[in-house]
């Protein structure tokens, strides 16, 4: 059995018929690994799959496989991939990865500008989220949004974080920063063109021809590059 045996989906209006069973592997997952979870009912669940706001997998059988939901907070300002969950009988084929790029690359399709972020105790996630580009933080980095951190009253581990003044708990955070990426991502580029004076020149001469002849996008792009050159 491989990840080509599955089939990873942005949730249907229709799958709402799996919720129940989703919710129940969830705590069964979490009782069996001794861990907090944050519990959520088959409603809720149902609502983001309403909402085109959860990934769902199935075995190329038809069989339910894996899930994961969207949920924001502080006003969309951070966006939280929660409750991932593969059936036992489906474990160790890679499907948590690919729905984790999938709940990812939907959040960043329908949040751009938001800070995505989770909390996790299982190694296999933060090695996930790790590959996504996810950094670990300290919890004052993450929202603090009340309505957020009351979704952990129903975590074995509470008692430990209220103790903690929510500064620390048994959970590891992780954050990714779509702001600090760009940045990245641009800085590395200005730092490939210094290094590389022919692809500098190439890239001045494209340059000067798109401010001849703009083309939609690409203006914009090179202009951002050219500032932080300049910088």
Known sequence: MNINDFIVQVALPEHRVFAEEICNEMAESAKAR??????????????KMAEGKAVIAFHKDGTWAGFCYIETWSHGQFVANSGLIVSPQFR??????????EIFGLSRTLYPKAKIFGLTTGLAVMKINSDLGYE???YSELTQDEDFWKGCQSCVNFEILKSKD????????????????????????????????TLYERFM???????????????????????????
Do not use: W
Request: charged share 30%.
């Open 34 to 47: 001794g861990t907090g979870i944050a519990k959520r009912s088959p409603e809720y669940v149902s609502g």
């Open 92 to 101: 160790k084929a890679g499907l948590a990865n690919a729905i984790k790029k």
């Open 136 to 138: 670990p933080v300290t």
């Open 166 to 197: 929510r500064k620390i708990c048994m959970c590891t955070a992780m954050l990714y920063d779509p702001a600090e990426k760009k940045h990245e991502a641009a800085k590395n580029f200005a730092e490939e063109l210094q290094k590389n004076p």
């Open 205 to 231: 001469r494209i340059k000067q021809r798109l401010v001849v002849k703009p083309k939609s996008g690409l203006k914009s792009i090179l202009i951002l590059f050219t500032l932080l050159l300049n910088k």
